[in-house]
C-alpha cells in the first residue's frame, strides 16, 4: 500500500470549491432540520470508541471505568459486556463478564463476529465475544515496543489508540501513537507496520476504512489527515 496523499494545504480557487461545497452539503442537512439527542447520560467515566453490531446494539469502551459497555437503543438499557466499573478495577485477566480485567480501553470495533478493543494500559489487542468472553490477540501484557511477530506475545505495542478493520471483516489496523507506525493484524494475527512508501507518521490517532478499502489516517502531530490506497 502507498500513500497518495498527504498534503493539506489548498489554493484560494480550491478553498472557494472547498466553500461551495461546503454549502451545498449543509443546505439541505438544514431544511431537514437535523439534532443531537443525548443517549447514555450517566454511568460513564471518559467513554473513549464507540461502534455497532449488524443488530444495532452499541458497544462503548468506558476507559477511566475500565470496561466495555453494551447499550441496547431500543430498549435504552446499558449493561457491562466485559470487565468491572470503577478505575480501581484495571487488570490483565481473561475470562467472561466481570471474571475479565482491562486498563483503560480506547479504540474498538465490530470485527471477526465480536469486537476487538485497543487495551491501551495493558498494551494489548483483546477480542470480546458478544458473550461477553475476553481473550488475547496480539501485544505483551504491560510490555512497550515495536516488535512485530505472529505467535502470541510476540509482537508489541507502544501506546495504541485507534483501530479499524478492512472490508474482509479480519484485517485490522491499529493508530500506534507511541510508534509512529500504523500496524496490521492480519486474518492470522501476524503484526506487521503498514509500508507508506516512506512516509513517517507522528503520533497517529484514529483510523478507519472506506468501501473501497482506502485506509484514512488522523496523522495528529503531522496535523494532516491521509489516505492510503
Given at each position: 500500500m502507498n500513500i497518495i496523499s498527504n498534503s493539506s494545504i489548498l489554493s484560494p480557487s480550491g478553498k472557494w470549491c472547498v466553500a461551495a461545497l461546503l454549502a451545498m452539503t449543509l443546505l439541505p442537512a438544514r431544511l431537514h432540520a437535523q439534532y443531537v439527542s443525548t443517549?447514555?447520560?450517566?454511568?460513564?467515566?471518559?467513554?473513549?470508541?464507540?461502534?455497532?453490531?449488524?443488530?444495532?446494539?452499541?458497544?462503548?469502551?468506558?476507559?477511566?471505568?475500565?470496561?466495555?459497555?453494551?447499550?441496547?437503543p431500543g430498549a435504552t438499557t446499558l449493561s457491562t459486556l466485559a470487565g468491572v466499573t470503577g478505575p480501581s478495577h484495571f487488570g490483565t485477566n481473561n475470562g467472561v463478564g466481570a471474571a475479565a480485567r482491562f486498563n483503560e480501553p480506547q479504540g474498538i470495533v465490530y470485527a471477526r463476529g465480536g469486537l476487538v478493543v485497543v487495551d491501551q494500559g495493558n498494551q494489548q489487542l483483546r477480542f470480546v465475544s458478544l458473550a461477553g468472553a475476553?481473550?488475547?490477540?496480539?501485544?505483551?501484557?504491560?510490555?512497550?515496543?515495536?516488535?512485530?511477530?505472529?505467535?502470541?506475545?510476540?509482537?508489541?505495542?507502544?501506546?495504541?489508540?485507534?483501530?479499524?478493520?478492512?472490508?474482509?471483516?479480519?484485517?485490522?489496523?491499529?493508530?500506534?501513537?507511541?510508534?509512529?507506525?500504523?500496524?496490521?493484524?492480519?486474518?492470522?494475527?501476524?503484526?506487521s507496520n503498514l509500508a507508506v512508501g516512506g512516509y513517517q507518521f507522528n503520533t497517529p490517532s484514529a483510523v478507519a476504512v472506506d468501501n473501497k478499502n482506502n485506509l484514512w489516517v488522523a496523522d495528529s502531530g503531522n496535523m494532516v489527515i491521509c489516505m492510503v490506497s
Open positions: 443517549a447514555i447520560t450517566n454511568g460513564l467515566s471518559e467513554p473513549y470508541g464507540v461502534t455497532t453490531d449488524p443488530g444495532g446494539n452499541v458497544y462503548i469502551t468506558d476507559a477511566v471505568n475500565n470496561r466495555i459497555v453494551k447499550f441496547v475476553v481473550s488475547n490477540l496480539a501485544g505483551m501484557t504491560g510490555v512497550f515496543g515495536t516488535n512485530n511477530g505472529a505467535a502470541l506475545g510476540a509482537a508489541q505495542f507502544e501506546w495504541p489508540t485507534g483501530i479499524a478493520v478492512a472490508n474482509d471483516g479480519a484485517t485490522l489496523y491499529i493508530a500506534d501513537q507511541g510508534a509512529d507506525e500504523i500496524r496490521v493484524l492480519t486474518t492470522n494475527n501476524t503484526v
